[in-house]
């Protein structure tokens, strides 16, 4: 979710410049919050065998759907990627498809696979924000917007459903409250549980805050263990809310204290505080245009990313051994955050990195 909601702002430039009906082609991990992006159309709800997925589909299945977007006739296909991905299967499934404009980075000359590419420079001559990168792809085919932040569109009503759900809960929204989400979809993302803990504790008993563990629903066993070891006021909330509850809930939250998940994208996009502990393995997915405090920490060696592109960061950005935050640095996150409360978005995240 969190890759397709930094896509948005590209998207909605090609929206706007070319008046498109967008359709994205998209994994049923990603498919939740297309509803709540205003510049999406329509989806195609598909899991392709190259992309991170609980389950993929077969070859004859991959032949229904080139049929499939025949059929709708397309007229361009735009393909968006991270820098350590290869473009060529997705754009062999749009060539397949007839469809006559297709537009992606590429690290190799695609030749006949796409009419429209952008060399990949990425990460070896520098690394830009993810957001960037997919404005600048569009940018060249003359697709452009003045609106770069990300959107989530959500009705205020939702939030009366979410009030209710914590009251009955024993959370008390008249006294303060911030969100604590643990969950990960990477193993090696993962802070401390007893960190975690820790910072639980300290912020309920130094400054007087309800901490909400959140999560999904396979995510309540880990999510009631934290909350029960930091105690009192600390509440497992994992797998109570839908997700346009989810939505709502960090919109109203003062700060979101996040590893770096689609989670911190919500918030980025409902333009709330975000306090990430930001495990070094994508340089480019830091909050996007929302005031934010970052604590980096290293991945285990043997945890990290077997792609070679990816271990190109560890050698040349991710070099030198990076502690890992501990209560006291979440807790001053907080404090200073929420201390300064900017009046409007600023982009207060890591600079471009450019490789040693």
């Not at 890992?324 to 207060?348: R, T």
């Amino acid at each position: 979710m969190g890759d397709l909601i930094m896509s948005a702002p590209a998207i909605r430039a090609l929206k706007q410049t070319f008046s498109s009906h967008i359709t994205v082609l998209t994994s049923f991990m990603a498919a939740g919050i297309t509803p709540y992006l205003p510049e999406i159309d329509d989806v195609i709800v598909f899991d392709l065998p190259w992309v991170k997925a609980k389950e993929v589909a077969g070859s004859e299945a991959i032949f229904t759907l080139v049929q499939q977007l025949k059929e709708r006739n397309f007229d361009a296909a735009v393909i968006f990627t991270v820098f350590s991905q290869n473009p060529m299967p997705a754009a062999m499934i749009a060539y397949m498809a007839g469809i006559p404009l297709r537009l992606a980075y590429s690290r190799e000359n695609p030749y006949k696979l796409l009419t429209e590419w952008v060399p990949d420079q990425e990460p070896y001559t520098f690394i830009q924000h993810q957001v960037t990168r997919d404005l600048e792809l569009v940018q060249s085919v003359g697709a452009t917007t003045n609106d770069h932040r990300l959107q989530l569109h959500i009705s205020h009503e939702v939030f009366s459903a979410v009030k209710t759900k914590l009251t009955n809960a024993s959370i008390d929204l008249n006294k303060p409250w911030l969100i604590f989400h643990a969950g990960v979809s990477e193993k090696k993302r993962e802070y401390p549980s007893a960190l975690w803990i820790k910072a639980a504790r300290k912020l309920i008993e130094e400054k007087g805050y309800q901490v909400l563990f959140t999560g999904a629903g396979s995510e309540k066993p880990m999510c009631d263990e934290l909350a029960s070891a930091a105690g009192t006021n600390a509440f497992s909330i994992a797998g109570l809310l839908k997700l346009n509850e989810f939505i709502a809930l960090v919109k109203e939250a003062p700060v979101v204290v996040s590893v770096n998940t689609g989670t911190v994208h919500i918030a980025a996009a409902v333009n709330t505080l975000v306090v990430v502990l930001y495990a070094q393995t994508n340089p480019q997915h830091t909050p996007w245009m929302v005031a934010n405090r970052i604590l980096e920490f290293g991945v285990d060696e043997n945890s990290r990313s077997k792609n070679e592109v990816v271990q190109f960061l560890y050698k040349q950005v991710y070099n030198c051994p990076t502690p890992m935050p501990n209560e006291n640095d979440i807790c001053n996150g907080v404090s200073e955050i929420l201390s300064e409360m900017p009046e409007s978005p600023a982009y207060i995240s890591s600079p471009a990195v450019l490789p040693a």
